[in-house]
């Protein structure tokens, strides 16, 4: 079976012209009427890709891999933005675009909801499998291993990922929730990264298609990261303009933050805060410890590829020798 190489990955040389469009769904964890994951959608539909948007019906950021389904038939409060009123089913689809839908609950369980609602009862690919899940761009980053314990953005994604679905996860350090509303000319920065994020679907598209048409093999997904997108300099942007951020190959590990808890002297409660020294997040161990950490990558005008598996279980190096003889004369196949 043939897939997309390292090196692919590394120049990301990114294509346009179709060969085929792709059966797409596009999840976030920002909610469904969010400026991001509309103009991704556009974006993909622009191309040819048969894209569906299946979304929270509200904001759910920082659910992780949760899976929290609407314990009630109809929602108890409006949706975001105020797009569909309290009283209304928990589920349903846009009245205007039948290809854009929501959901009441976590982010990981509108990727359930979308795989054996959709796809398999409403039969919204004809029979067929997506050929890809999407999230995001999420808004705020996902750099760094932490997210996959945090990230409601990788989370759905990686749910995908365990069912057997192509998966990515694209996120932005831009935080600005907007309604999709918002957008009004095509240098906003929603505009933008639904277009990068479109290349690298159109990137895999063109080379990753094997012999069984799978994008990623079984297990395997994309965490990617861009920068501040801006067509002026700013502050964030350390006083330069960012609208065509080149694509780096790295990994998860290097430079990542992990969260602590912060502690307000003035209001006596607590927050999330973030810790960039920790030994544990940044230990590299079965990764490509030669590639540049994701995290860092986005500090300068450059996007972050990384690639991150399933079985992140039982290692086979390093420290896990270590272990192995700590095990001695308790398990039974050490010896």
């Known amino acids: 079976m043939k897939f997309f190489s390292a090196a692919a990955l590394l120049s990301l040389t990114l294509c346009c012209g179709l060969t085929n469009s792709?059966?797409?769904?596009?999840?976030n964890d920002d909610g469904?009427?969010?400026?991001?994951?509309?103009?991704?959608?556009?974006?993909?539909?622009?191309?040819?890709?048969?894209?569906?948007?299946?979304?929270?019906?509200?904001?759910?950021?920082?659910?992780?891999?949760?899976?929290?389904?609407?314990?009630?038939?109809?929602?108890?409060?409006?949706?975001?933005?105020?797009?569909?009123?309290?009283?209304?089913?928990?589920?349903?689809?846009?009245?205007?675009?039948?290809?854009?839908w929501y959901y009441n609950g976590t982010p990981a369980a509108v990727t359930f909801f979308a795989l054996d609602y959709l796809v398999k009862r409403q039969n919204i690919f004809n029979g067929s499998e997506p050929d890809l899940i999407v999230t995001g761009p999420n808004e705020g980053s996902n750099a760094g291993p932490f997210v996959f314990t945090l990230s409601g953005t990788v989370g759905a994604a990686y749910a995908a990922v365990s069912r057997g679905i192509p998966a990515i996860a694209f996120s932005a350090t831009d935080?600005?929730?907007?309604?999709?509303?918002?957008?009004n000319t095509t240098n906003d920065p929603a505009t933008i990264l639904g277009k990068?994020?479109?290349?690298?679907?159109?990137?895999?598209?063109?080379?990753?298609?094997?012999?069984n048409s799978r994008l990623l093999p079984y297990g395997y997904g994309l965490n990617v990261n861009f920068p501040y997108i801006s067509t002026k300099a700013t502050a964030l942007s350390e006083g330069v303009s960012c609208v065509n951020p080149p694509f780096v190959y790295t990994r998860l590990t290097g430079g990542a933050a992990t969260n602590i808890a912060g502690y307000n002297e003035e209001t006596g409660v607590f927050n999330?805060?973030?810790?960039?020294?920790?030994?544990?997040?940044?230990?590299?161990?079965?990764?490509?410890?030669?590639?540049?950490?994701?995290?860092?990558?986005?500090?300068?005008?450059?996007?972050?590829?990384?690639?991150f598996t399933i079985d992140y279980d039982a290692p086979s190096c390093g420290g896990a020798e270590r272990i192995g003889e700590l095990l001695v004369g308790l398990v039974e196949n050490e010896e």
Do not use: M
């Open 196 to 211: 990068l994020a479109t290349k690298v679907v159109n990137q895999l598209e063109a080379k990753g298609n094997g012999e």
């Open 32 to 100: 469904w009427a969010t400026a991001n994951i509309r103009e991704f959608y556009k974006a993909l539909r622009a191309d040819g890709h048969d894209a569906y948007i299946v979304a929270p019906i509200e904001q759910q950021s920082g659910q992780g891999g949760r899976t929290v389904f609407s314990a009630e038939a109809t929602l108890s409060r409006p949706g975001q933005f105020d797009t569909v009123p309290a009283g209304a089913p928990s589920f349903g689809s846009d009245p205007l675009d039948s290809h854009i």
């Open 175 to 183: 935080i600005l929730n907007r309604k999709y509303t918002a957008v």
């Open 22 to 27: 792709l059966r797409i769904i596009i999840n």
């Open 272 to 307: 999330w805060a973030s810790n960039f020294t920790s030994p544990g997040v940044n230990a590299c161990i079965n990764g490509d410890c030669e590639l540049p950490g994701e995290t860092d990558v986005i500090k300068e005008c450059k996007s972050a590829i990384s690639i």
